[in-house]
């Protein structure tokens, strides 16, 4: 697909940052999405590459506005396609998408499994639970304590990466949503850096790896016939 290098490179990037700052899935084959191969593991606890992400989390804790952590709550009970909504529109209406959603139900139930593997994986604390200090718009005591990858993070780039090769020409928008999307994490204190980082990259490989994968094809071919017939994409 068209995407296909710039988006491992988007994935190489990630996890070179993340080094530096220390439902049945389809047919996807394990080792290709296994996050404990792909990712790198996060900084320890107390390591100088931690006490920095904390010191980033407190300088955007002490500059965040209201509507700031506002966007981020509403960002983070919006962990589906529903959060790029406001980038496709109010068109983009899956009632009339059947194709469009069965396409994007798979790609949530292939991120869900790999961020949870992730996740159970590298156990790492939340930021507030290494320092009480960081308070932000979502701390709850049933809130899942593993921070790393963050699951918000993986979500939004596996979309955005299969969202971007059906629809082209909203790519930039599209993939800017994931972005932010994903800061919303830090706006809200629940995640690190390095989190953001290694969601990107674990949700980059998965995104990319569906849209190589055979099993997929009819199901893309569908959605993107189904976008371009409504007038969603010219691409």
Request: aromatic content about 6%.
């Amino acid at each position: 697909m068209r995407l296909r290098g710039a988006l491992l490179a988007c994935a190489a990037s990630a996890l070179l940052a993340v080094g530096a700052a220390a439902q049945t899935p389809v047919a996807l084959p394990v080792p290709a999405i296994d996050p404990v191969r792909l990712l790198p593991p996060p900084p320890p606890e107390g390591s100088e590459a931690q006490k920095q992400e904390l010191a980033e989390l407190h300088r955007i804790q002490d500059t965040r506005t209201q509507a700031d952590l506002d966007t981020a709550a509403w960002d983070s009970v919006h962990e589906d396609w529903t959060a790029f909504a406001p980038t496709l529109g109010l068109k983009f209406d899956m009632d009339a998408l059947p194709a469009t959603a069965k396409l994007l139900k798979e790609v949530d139930e292939e991120q869900a499994a790999a961020k949870r593997a992730g996740k159970a994986a590298f156990q790492r604390p939340r930021p507030w639970i290494v320092d009480f200090t960081v308070v932000g718009c979502d701390h709850s005591d049933d809130k899942p304590k593993s921070s790393y990858p963050s699951g918000h993070a993986t979500m939004a780039y596996a979309m955005a990466v299969v969202l971007s090769d059906l629809m082209p020409d909203h790519a930039g928008d599209i993939l800017q949503r994931a972005s932010d999307y994903a800061y919303s994490r830090l706006v809200c204190g629940v995640h690190f850096r390095s989190d953001i980082v290694a969601g990107q990259a674990l949700g980059s490989a998965v995104g990319t790896e569906l849209l190589h994968d055979p099993a997929m094809q009819a199901d893309l071919t569908a959605a993107r016939t189904e976008l371009r017939a409504h007038g969603l994409t010219k691409g």
